[in-house]
């Protein structure tokens, strides 16, 4: 079974600073990526890294504070969040696919996904 273990949420203020990390199997995925959700809205897409040529994306709210990158050797993906805000307030999931897609930013372009791992920012 493939499995998708996600650490490293929880509660800090505005302006700190977290490190989310998205233990996978041994498995090299060709894109994976960060999503998160708040309640109320619908799942977005935050970060997203492929494999074959270390490509990233962002989505325009967290560039510059949000750094996406992966350790082949160990499959683990991460996610560096600096200059927290409340906006960033949101249960974050990591996510892979075996199959490459252009559509980082599409839930429906990765077939396994973490448990997700609460991200709660104070004023």
């Known amino acids: 079974q493939v499995q998708l273990v996600e650490s490293g949420g929880g509660s800090v203020q505005a302006g700190g600073s977290l490190r989310l990390s998205c233990a996978a199997s041994g498995y090299t995925y060709r894109l994976m990526g960060w999503f998160r959700q708040a309640p109320g809205k619908q799942r977005e897409g935050v970060a997203a890294i492929y494999s074959a040529d270390g490509s990233t994306y962002y989505v325009e709210s967290v560039k510059g504070r949000f750094t996406i990158s992966r350790d082949g050797a160990k499959n683990t993906l991460y996610l560096q969040m600096n200059s927290l805000t409340p906006e960033d307030t949101a249960t974050y999931y990591c996510?892979?696919?075996?199959?490459?897609?252009?559509?980082?930013?599409?839930?429906?372009?990765?077939?396994?996904w973490g448990q997700g791992t609460q991200v709660t920012v104070s004023s």
């Open positions: 996510a892979a696919t075996s199959t490459y897609s252009l559509y980082w930013r599409a839930s429906g372009s990765y077939n396994y």
